[in-house]
């Protein structure tokens, strides 16, 4: 079983932590179909379309 072998300082704990909150945000490209802004290898939310196919039904309010 991994133990440490010496125990982190309170001050690197904390500098590690420092950056958990640093993460980017999704790269979105444009839908085929509807030119939506969506996320890369997700069906299309607001036309249901995936690689230029229908995949799922979404209703039309």
């Given at each position: 079983?991994?133990?440490?072998?010496?125990?982190k300082s309170p001050s690197r704990r904390d500098m590690r932590r420092?950056?958990?909150d640093r993460r980017?945000?999704?790269n979105l490209s444009a839908c085929s179909n509807?030119?939506?802004l969506t996320m890369s290898?997700?069906?299309c939310p607001a036309c249901?379309?995936?690689k230029g196919r229908?995949?799922?039904e979404v209703?039309?309010?």
């Open positions: 079983m991994a133990v440490p072998k010496k125990k420092a950056n958990h980017t945000p999704p509807c030119e939506d290898h997700h069906v249901g379309y995936y229908q995949v799922i209703a039309q309010d």
